[in-house]
């Protein structure tokens, strides 16, 4: 027998769900859960800092940050079609907190508004990012109705890059010279997983600061883990930092044997649990100025060094058979 396909069919009445934009909406999208979904459609992961954060005498609905760059994000919510005072809102918003970040979601984006989306991102700078995002309700025959967010405008990533290379400080193109070398190296490495790393580095220093995520490690089908190299110029030294999903236990069970983690990568290591509901951490840093080209070389094999030990550590811990999984940084 052919399988048996569903119908989709969106529900036009956001209300049905959401009854009120603070009260029920901005309440729901706060969860981590729901702003990880939007963050996966933006491309951002989002960590949330405030509902309803005071601006003067006004209050934007969730005031947040980017989980590793630390970048401030706005988010204004709206469950009719885009309109001007909605517009206003964000610029003021924006300003206020000042944000790098700003996201308006929508129950329906007007052309106009897509207009002055696409116009104030091509006349910002490159760390500044309008995202015009639709929320829809959606189901198959008689399930439960299902979010999506639609992304209808967003920073045209290409062209801020292009823009910045022209506008780099110092500190800027010297970053952005070293993780173009780092990625030339995995690029030319035997190793295919570090090859694959090389296309999602950003192109341009400026972007996101000291810290990258480039991948995603998947251990099963339920825990995951993310990988971000850093660099730091003012310290001088360059780590690797792992997050790992909340309630996956990877991060507890290879805790029960940090000292001899922590001899393996021969390197100082942090150990963060973030509590309840929110990703743990483990640090690698190692000395190392990225200012000195000359040492680049040993940079590089020691990122690489740490991220095989790890991978081989999480088998041996039991923690599942490790598997690259792409995910690019915005």
């Not at 964000?90 to 996201?103: H, Q």
């Amino acid at each position: 027998m052919k399988p048996r396909l569903g119908k989709m069919s969106k529900e036009e009445n956001l209300r049905l769900i959401w009854a009120h934009e603070a009260g029920d909406f901005s309440k729901w999208l706060a969860e981590e859960e729901n702003l990880s979904s939007l963050g996966e459609a933006i491309g951002i992961s989002i960590e949330l800092d405030e509902r309803e954060s005071p601006v003067g005498e006004f209050s934007v609905d969730l005031f947040a940050k980017e989980e590793d760059s630390g970048r401030r994000i706005v988010i204004e919510n709206q469950l009719e079609s885009s309109d001007h005072d909605h517009l206003g809102k964000i610029i003021t918003y924006a300003s206020g907190k000042g944000a790098e970040v700003v996201v308006w979601i929508v129950k329906k984006a007007r052309e106009e508004h897509k207009q002055a989306i696409m116009w104030l991102n091509q006349h910002t700078d490159e760390n500044i990012g309008f995202f015009l995002v639709e929320i829809e309700l959606w189901k198959i025959d008689d399930s439960n109705l299902a979010p999506k967010f639609n992304v209808v405008e967003k920073p045209n990533a290409w062209a801020k890059t292009m823009k910045a290379a022209e506008n780099l400080s110092e500190i800027q193109r010297e970053r952005a010279e070293f993780w173009r070398a780092l990625a030339d190296y995995f690029r030319a490495s035997k190793k295919s997983d570090f090859a694959e790393i090389a296309s999602l580095l950003p192109a341009a220093g400026g972007q996101g600061g000291p810290l990258f995520p480039l991948k995603k490690l998947r251990f099963d089908d339920e825990s995951k883990c993310q990988i971000t190299f850093m660099a730091n110029s003012v310290k001088k030294r360059i780590g690797v930092k792992f997050a790992f999903a909340p309630g996956s236990g990877i991060f507890q069970r290879l805790r029960e044997r940090a000292k001899g983690i922590e001899s393996d990568f021969g390197a100082l290591s942090e150990w963060k649990s973030a509590g309840t509901g929110k990703a743990d951490k483990i640090f690698i840093f190692r000395n190392g100025d990225m200012k000195d080209a000359s040492s680049w070389p040993d940079f590089f094999e020691w990122y690489c060094g740490v991220v095989a030990k790890f991978i081989r550590l999480a088998a041996e811990k039991n923690c599942g058979n490790a598997v690259f999984q792409a995910r690019a940084a915005s």
